[in-house]
């Protein structure tokens, strides 16, 4: 499809195992971004990739998240030693062009996660 | 930091009318994005409207217009002629000023669509 793809949609995991989620962006968009969304915290943003740029990865909520992007388009969060409370749906967007005026953000449908 | 308001609890509307969608938000920025995504309960956002601080009409598309007020820091969305299919969380957003491209999202307006 022409949508950002995400996988699983679904994950359902004991704490303290590591986790992939996986995000496929719109062809062509330079930009990238994961946010969290959960009952307690809303929608949360994570990180944010543009380009062969330094990610802004000011909204990870600690050292056990981490993501990378492979050549410019598909990116993988991962979630290390994983808690009870990183349950929640991760949704991945991504962006035409952020020097745009509108820079609308598309998503994905999400990877619900859950850890017991 | 950029702040969204949404405090409306849910809301049920009988189809083919008009509902109105609050959204107010605070932000430093003399430029920023203002956003409509809605997310229906199969969980993907999907964008409907944007405005920009500077834009001097109100956006609209389709059945969805924004009613701007930037003296009152709101940003409404007005969903016209409603369908069964409008049902879902309708949430507001906001993109701050230049190189900020993160989005920053109210908790999100329940709306129900009856027949």
């Known amino acids: 499809g022409a949508g950002v793809s995400q996988s699983p949609s679904n994950k359902v995991t004991e704490k303290g195992k590591d986790v992939e989620l996986r995000c496929d962006p719109i062809?062509?968009?330079?930009?990238l971004y994961w946010y969290r969304q959960s009952l307690g915290q809303g929608l949360e943003f994570l990180i944010y990739f543009q380009g062969n740029s330094a990610p802004d990865k000011s909204g990870l909520p600690s050292d056990r998240f981490s993501a990378e992007r492979t050549g410019g388009s598909v990116s993988t969060l991962t979630i290390q030693r994983t808690q009870q409370e990183d349950s929640a749906v991760y949704l991945c967007?991504?962006?035409?062009?952020?020097?745009?005026?509108?820079?609308?953000?598309?998503f994905g449908a999400g990877t619900r996660l859950s850890v017991l | 930091a950029q702040k969204i308001t949404q405090t409306q609890p849910g809301m049920f509307v009988q189809e083919k009318e008009a509902v109105t969608l609050d959204c107010t938000y605070d932000t430093s920025d003399p430029s920023y994005g203002l956003f409509w995504y809605k997310q229906p309960s199969s969980g993907e956002m999907i964008f409907l409207i944007y405005q920009g601080s500077y834009d001097q009409q109100n956006a609209t598309e389709g059945r969805y217009s924004l009613n701007f007020q930037k003296a009152r820091k709101s940003a409404n969305l007005v969903i016209s002629a409603s369908q069964l299919g409008d049902s879902a969380m309708y949430f507001c957003?906001?993109?701050?000023?230049?190189?900020?491209?993160?989005?920053?999202f109210g908790k999100g307006n329940q709306v129900v669509v009856i027949p």
């Open positions: 062809s062509g968009h330079t930009a």
């Open positions: 957003a906001m993109r701050g000023g230049y190189g900020n491209n993160r989005l920053a």
């Open positions: 967007a991504s962006s035409l062009d952020p020097s745009g005026r509108a820079n609308i953000q598309y």
